[in-house]
């Protein structure tokens, strides 16, 4: 993933700045903290380059007996992972701040939870302590299949226009339905079985809209 952040990067930097209109932004959003450059490319269109990201890594302990399983504790680390990189028109159909958006994004989107056994896990009803190998071990992948994500939004501000301000935007990105991917072994292994996939899988399939609520500070350079 850094790598196509490098890339990204390489790709801004010969952008052509010596445009009449040029404007830069960074901002936060629901895809994560990014930075735009935009290049007027008509009295009333920008074309924007857009990269974001974003990383939140959780980890912990889970009690069996929150789940009526007495003796058993796992240890859980999960990974949560925003990126994307994109080629957005902008139009000003008022001929002021307001605009509308149109465009695509390189979807970098993705989760990753590793479940293990903390410790031997025993079952009072078979009076028996099975080991943290046999309990054993627990991966769950949930990635994008369609990389490609149209967008579009509506907003207020024009990066190419004024030397400093504010921008607001709200839209989505369609995502499309997520991939889930587990694999296992030992005693919590058998969550990996394709049927539960499966299931998962049928649960999050209407979530194929990813909404774009994000807020800025531009400048222009051009003027």
């Known amino acids: 993933m850094r790598a196509r952040y490098a890339l990204l ?6 952008a052509p700045v010596n445009a009449q209109d040029v404007g830069v932004s960074v901002r936060a959003s629901t895809l994560g ?5 935009s290049v007027g490319v ?11 990201g974003f990383s939140y890594a959780q980890d912990g302990l889970f009690d069996g007996a929150d789940a009526d399983i007495d003796g058993l504790t796992l240890d859980y680390d999960a990974d949560l992972g925003l990126g994307s990189v994109g080629l957005l ?11 509308i958006t149109a465009g695509a994004l390189y979807n970098l989107n993705g989760v990753t939870a590793d479940i293990s056994a903390a410790e031997p896990y025993y079952n009072s009803d078979l009076d028996r302590t099975f080991s943290v190998e046999r309990v054993g071990t627990l991966r769950a992948e949930i990635t994008y299949e369609q990389p490609i994500a149209p967008y579009l939004g509506i907003g207020v501000g024009d990066l190419t226009a004024g030397p400093f301000g504010v921008t607001l935007e709200a839209g989505a990105a369609y995502v499309g339905p997520p991939s889930i991917e587990m694999t296992g072994s030992g005693l919590i292994g058998g969550t990996a079985d394709p049927a539960n996939v499966a299931v998962l899988e049928d649960g999050f399939d209407s979530f194929r809209l990813h909404p774009v609520v994000s807020l800025g500070l531009k400048t222009s350079l051009g003027r």
Do not use: S
């Open 9 to 14: 990067a390489a790709v801004l930097l010969a």
């Open 33 to 37: 903290v990014g930075g735009d450059l």
């Open 42 to 52: 008509a009295p009333t269109v920008n074309v924007r380059l857009t990269a974001n």
């Open 89 to 99: 028109a902008d139009w000003h159909p008022l001929g002021n701040t307001f605009h």
